[in-house]
């Protein structure tokens, strides 16, 4: 590959996904490296003072300051974008200032936003209690109701906001019919991908507009850093996301871009192979726990949309029990192998208590109206044996008296 074939789409375009997973948004130096450089900089310098006035009137490509552009951030970004097939891709310094980049650099006060029931706690927090404070109004509503997100509109709506699968209560949202109800009245479409990876849903496929992440879930998938992403139209990214983040400056480091670039080398592996492992050990579950939230498996009511929208089932799932928190707390307390965690999309088995955890500061209200009981949890399945993970789920469910 020459120096600057990764980052030429004329080329890479007819790549396929394994092949954009390696080799997508790639640029050598001159030194001719085959890893991916690491700049450590803030800043650059310059030849003559024309060229740094002519990169910040924008008349000429080039890096100016860290905050803006760097090496190897702009690698991780093109290729989570030709992942996506997405035009552009900008990566913040987490998931969640991905969220809020992607919501606050369009919505202003007296704006309206539409936003799912089911989400992860801090997204919820955004709508519910930050967006507010600057005079934006958010309605919540079912994402699974399609017709609740027609009938919320109004007319200074902006943006439908939702994930799918959604944390932890895994409801499935059809992509493609909300996206063309938000079309017909010139409504932004955001969804967070988290839960999947492009390896596993590419939501623009299906009409939607902006794509926001976590990478540090499955992108990463090991455990190592904090970063975000957000993924859209050139015109998005460059007119409405890119002016906010250069002045607030939510960015990723480079370390972390470099992080995360090895880690796209191996996420069709890790998500497939985590996918078969979370069918089998949902499938053991089934019969073990009262109810299970698996959008692969038949008792899941949106399973046939799931698998429409989805290359796999993804590694994470939810199962409730009936003895509420101490029963949970329980099989949690029993557990040898598998971790307790709050993180998702890691390589390793982790499993988790929703209501003390991650959505702890929605209160019991708002935790039930999201469907979150205190018997729910949430487990990440990981790269292990499947019959590992099994044999420490059976012998936990026995000491929590199941």
Not at 206 to 232: E, P, W
Request: charged fraction near 20%; glycine fraction near 8%.
């Amino acid at each position: 590959m020459k120096r600057t074939t990764g980052q030429d789409r004329t080329q890479t375009r007819n790549w396929r996904p394994a092949t954009r997973a390696i080799r997508g948004g790639t640029w050598r130096s001159e030194m001719g490296e085959t890893s991916e450089a690491l700049f450590l900089t803030s800043g650059y310098s310059y030849d003559d003072a024309a060229t740094v006035a002519a990169r910040f009137a924008g008349e000429q490509d080039g890096m100016t300051y860290s905050r803006l552009q760097n090496p190897t951030v702009a690698m991780l970004e093109e290729r989570i974008a030709l992942l996506e097939g997405a035009e552009a891709c900008r990566t913040q310094a987490s998931g969640m200032a991905a969220m809020t980049a992607a919501l606050l650099c369009q919505l202003s006060a007296g704006d309206h936003m539409v936003s799912a029931r089911a989400a992860f706690g801090s997204c919820r927090w955004l709508g519910d209690s930050l967006l507010p404070r600057f005079g934006i109004d958010v309605t919540v509503i079912d994402a699974r109701d399609t017709a609740a997100w027609e009938a919320a509109i109004r007319p200074n709506t902006k943006v439908f906001f939702f994930e799918t699968p959604a944390n932890p209560t895994m409801d499935v949202a059809d992509l493609e019919a909300i996206a063309n109800i938000a079309k017909a009245h010139g409504i932004t479409t955001v969804v967070d991908n988290a839960f999947c990876s492009p390896a596993l849903q590419r939501p623009m496929e299906f009409g939607i507009d902006v794509v926001a992440y976590s990478a540090t879930k499955l992108m990463d998938g090991q455990g190592r850093v904090l970063a975000g992403a957000v993924c859209g139209s050139e015109e998005f990214i460059n007119d409405k996301l890119l002016p906010f983040q250069r002045n607030t400056g939510p960015n990723l480091s480079p370390f972390n871009a470099w992080v995360v670039l090895k880690g796209l080398e191996t996420l069709d592996l890790r998500a497939k192979k985590q996918s078969e492992n979370a069918l089998k050990v949902g499938q053991f579950l089934e019969g073990r726990v009262p109810v299970i939230l698996h959008p692969w498996l038949d008792s899941h009511p949106q399973q046939a949309l799931a698998q429409k929208q989805m290359d796999a089932c993804g590694p994470i799932f939810s199962f409730v029990l009936d003895g509420g928190r101490e029963q949970a707390h329980a099989l949690l307390d029993a557990l040898q192998l598998i971790d307790i965690s709050n993180n998702i999309g890691d390589s390793r088995s982790l499993m988790c208590h929703p209501a003390s955890t991650t959505h702890h500061n929605m209160g019991p209200e708002g935790r039930e109206a999201m469907g979150i009981g205190e018997g729910m949890l949430r487990i990440n399945v990981g790269l292990e044996d499947a019959d590992d993970l099994i044999e420490d789920l059976d012998q936990a469910l026995s000491k929590a008296g199941l």
